[in-house]
Structure formats: structure tokens, C-alpha cells
């Protein structure tokens, strides 16, 4: 690094030549971390999908079993959300997801009903794909209302 001198007064300073070199070493450093940022967001929309999923999914059930009414989960794939509702037009969660995400009903249907006592009214699974590179099954079991997810 130069220090400039003047005549007379004694002015110590950087260069412009300096300064740029500094901002642009600052610069392509932070890019490094921004592109690692983003590639971390990238492992995480499954997972965070899955647990807000898992999550209303325990809401719906437990909503059924302490009112005694039966809980519908509607899944729309094509534009992304799902909603839970209880009774005609009670919409009581609406959740957008990840554009993504696609969800293939397969044998559920797009309606997954939780009855008043907890258990599910239907069995089947339901296809989760994540930009074609990750693939789940999601799979509902009669009897308690258990459900787990599965890396296809």
C-alpha cells in the first residue's frame, strides 16, 4: 500500500487503484456465500414442506377428535396449496406450498377426510416430487389415522 505525501500538508490516504482492488475482493468473497446460501434453501424446501405438511395434518386430527366432527384436507396440485376445512364452506387453513412441488393424489383422491374419531376415511398413498430430483410417497394407513413419508 502507498501513502501519498504532499508538499506541506501530509495527507495519508489509499489509492482508487486500492480501493477497488479491496471491494472487489470484498465482493467476489460474499458471492461465494451467497451462492452457498442458496444452495442450502434448495435441500431444505422437501423438508420444510413435509414438516408444515405433517404438522396440519396433526392439526386436522386432532381438530376431528376433540369436536367430534369429521376434517377435510383439499389438496389443489395444480395450484399449489391445500386448504383444511370442517363443515361446508369453514375454510380453516389455507397453506400454499413451493411451485416446485408436485403432488400426484394417486389413490387418495385430492380429499383426505379425518372422521370425528381420529381415523382416516380412506387409505392410500399420495406422490410428492420435488423438481424431479427428489421423490416421496406419502402413505396413509386405516385404522388410527397414521400416516409416514418414504423416499422412493
Given at each position: 500500500m502507498?501513502?501519498?505525501?504532499?508538499?506541506?500538508?501530509?495527507?495519508?490516504?489509499?489509492?482508487?487503484?486500492?480501493?477497488?482492488?479491496?471491494?472487489?475482493?470484498?465482493?467476489?468473497?460474499?458471492?461465494?456465500?451467497?451462492?452457498?446460501?442458496?444452495?442450502?434453501?434448495?435441500?431444505?424446501v422437501?423438508?420444510?414442506?413435509?414438516?408444515?405438511?405433517?404438522?396440519?395434518?396433526?392439526?386436522?386430527?386432532?381438530?376431528?377428535?376433540?369436536?367430534?366432527?369429521?376434517?377435510?384436507?383439499?389438496?389443489?396440485?395444480?395450484?399449489?396449496?391445500?386448504?383444511?376445512?370442517?363443515?361446508?364452506?369453514?375454510?380453516?387453513?389455507?397453506?400454499?406450498?413451493?411451485?416446485?412441488?408436485?403432488?400426484?393424489?394417486?389413490?387418495?383422491?385430492?380429499?383426505?377426510?379425518?372422521?370425528?374419531?381420529?381415523?382416516?376415511?380412506?387409505?392410500?398413498?399420495?406422490?410428492?416430487?420435488?423438481?424431479?430430483?427428489?421423490?416421496?410417497?406419502?402413505?396413509?394407513?386405516l385404522?388410527?389415522?397414521?400416516?409416514?413419508?418414504?423416499?422412493?
Amino acid at each position: 500500500m502507498h501513502r501519498k505525501r504532499r508538499k506541506g500538508n501530509a495527507q495519508l490516504g489509499f489509492t482508487f487503484v486500492e480501493s477497488l482492488l479491496v471491494l472487489s475482493v470484498v465482493s467476489v468473497i460474499l458471492s461465494f456465500t451467497i451462492l452457498k446460501i442458496a444452495a442450502i434453501e434448495e435441500k431444505h424446501v422437501t423438508k420444510n414442506f413435509f414438516s408444515e405438511l405433517y404438522n396440519d395434518l396433526l392439526f386436522a386430527q386432532q381438530l376431528a377428535m376433540s369436536t367430534k366432527r369429521s376434517v377435510t384436507i383439499t389438496f389443489s396440485p395444480s395450484n399449489h396449496y391445500y386448504r383444511i376445512t370442517q363443515g361446508p364452506g369453514n375454510e380453516l387453513l389455507r397453506r400454499n406450498y413451493h411451485e416446485d412441488i408436485l403432488i400426484d393424489p394417486r389413490t387418495m383422491g385430492p380429499l383426505l377426510v379425518f372422521q370425528s374419531h381420529g381415523s382416516i376415511q380412506k387409505a392410500g398413498t399420495m406422490g410428492v416430487s420435488y423438481k424431479d430430483l427428489e421423490n416421496y410417497r406419502l402413505v396413509f394407513q386405516l385404522g388410527k389415522g397414521r400416516f409416514y413419508v418414504e423416499a422412493v
